[in-house]
């Protein structure tokens, strides 16, 4: 029988405190036990029934060997996009097996720039766009989001432009659903991003780890699905939708205008990929969908909740809700929390500055700074609301004391 959401509990009230810090990945590992880690982009739930189903099976069987190929991978991704989205797309002949979503991205900015050439970001956005495209010998260039969190499509047509002009083969790491202001770019504006990437020659690789994380009142469009978008590449996973970062596998989607491209991918780079995480992926984007519509109503309470904490505890600090991931983006300029350190990096994860340092020491909440996310992201900090609803008053009214307290 076929799940609904309805048969499904909210999977944010499952795990206990007590159940989580017993977990020995990233979020409950890296700060002491006093702390309540509202940082990185893992989510405080249980692993999906049909996900925990298929790694039972793959373990009973001893199937632990290579991965095969990406197909049944991407064929389930084919049919989530049909259901989801009304997508047709992907191809899955145009797709291939990567290690992950980083990775992958790395791996597409080989095939279609080269050393030195130029690969333009829109910050502040997720820290390692930064890192991994220099880390990949290519320059990154930034054309920032406007005021409201979103695509600024003058800065856009500027930085390609600038790109152009600095010859190579210029590309734009576009991220949709964008992290970390949860903006959930509407078909019109990537309808002009394709526009602009054809006048200036850009190639366009989209970021959508976060696709299946549309709250209501938005929709996602895949980027491949607009006009003009042919030579484009999108790279994506189940990973964040239904919490499988420790079970490495990712798919590189590719316009039909670039499928030449991506058969040039080396063989081995299908080799990184963990063949359980394939199977997990797998088994979410075609049974999970039960599981992810109840998250996604938890997600949406939530969201509400933390708006009106914010009021309660901490009206100094801006807050526009997210459209998608369960990420919100916070303005505490006004706290009066100054720190030389807090200059828009970009920088790493862990890096700590101004008021993610001060709610730190002061209230216990480890959040995610937002210096470290490039330009703009000064004085913000980015908190993770995928958890209980227990864990996020706490956390909030945690925030507020310290603030008071500093006041």
């Not at 997210?322 to 350190?341: I, V």
Request: glycine share 12%; proline share 7%; aromatic share 6%.
């Amino acid at each position: 029988m076929e799940h609904t959401a309805a048969d499904v509990p909210n999977p944010l009230e499952q795990p206990t405190v007590e159940d989580l810090r017993r977990r020995t990945s990233m979020k409950w590992r890296t700060y002491p036990e006093d702390v309540l880690p509202l940082w990185v982009a893992e989510m405080d739930v249980p692993l999906a029934e049909p996900v925990a189903r298929a790694l039972h099976r793959a373990v009973e069987l001893g199937d632990t060997g290579y991965p095969v190929g990406g197909r049944a991978y991407a064929e389930a991704l084919a049919g989530f996009a049909q259901r989801r989205w009304g997508w047709k797309g992907p191809d899955v002949e145009h797709t291939a097996l990567v290690p992950d979503v980083m990775l992958g991205i790395v791996e597409v900015l080989r095939l279609v720039t080269g050393p030195g050439d130029t690969v333009v970001v829109n910050p502040p956005v997720y820290p390692p766009f930064h890192a991994f495209v220099t880390h990949a010998d290519r320059r990154v260039a930034a054309a920032p989001l406007g005021a409201d969190g979103r695509l600024d499509l003058d800065a856009l047509g500027e930085a390609y432009a600038a790109a152009r002009a600095r010859g190579g083969r210029p590309a734009h790491l576009l991220c949709n659903p964008h992290n970390p202001t949860g903006a959930v770019h509407t078909a019109d504006e990537l309808a002009a991003v394709a526009a602009l990437a054809r006048e200036y020659g850009v190639r366009v690789v989209a970021d959508e780890i976060h696709a299946p994380l549309v709250l209501d009142g938005a929709r996602f469009t895949p980027y491949l699905s607009v006009d003009g978008a042919e030579d484009a590449f999108a790279v994506t996973s189940a990973s964040k939708a239904w919490n499988l970062a420790g079970l490495k596998a990712g798919l590189v989607l590719a316009g039909p205008g670039a499928a030449d491209d991506l058969a040039r991918m080396p063989e081995e780079v299908g080799h990184g990929p963990s063949h359980l995480g394939a199977l997990a992926h797998t088994a979410a984007l075609n049974e999970g969908g039960a599981w992810l519509d109840a998250l996604l109503a938890g997600l949406a309470a939530n969201r509400e909740l933390l708006g009106r904490l914010l009021a309660e505890h901490l009206p100094g600090v801006g807050y526009t809700p997210p459209e998608g991931t369960y990420l919100a983006w916070l303005d505490c300029r006004g706290l009066g929390f100054d720190d030389p350190r807090d200059t828009d990096g970009p920088g790493v994860v862990t890096d700590l500055a101004g008021p993610a340092r001060v709610f730190l020491d002061r209230a216990r909440v480890a959040l995610s700074s937002g210096h470290t996310f490039g330009s703009g992201g000064a004085g913000r900090v980015r908190l993770n609301f995928a958890t209980s609803a227990a864990v996020l008053t706490e956390a909030v009214r945690r925030m507020g004391e310290a603030v008071r307290a500093a006041g």
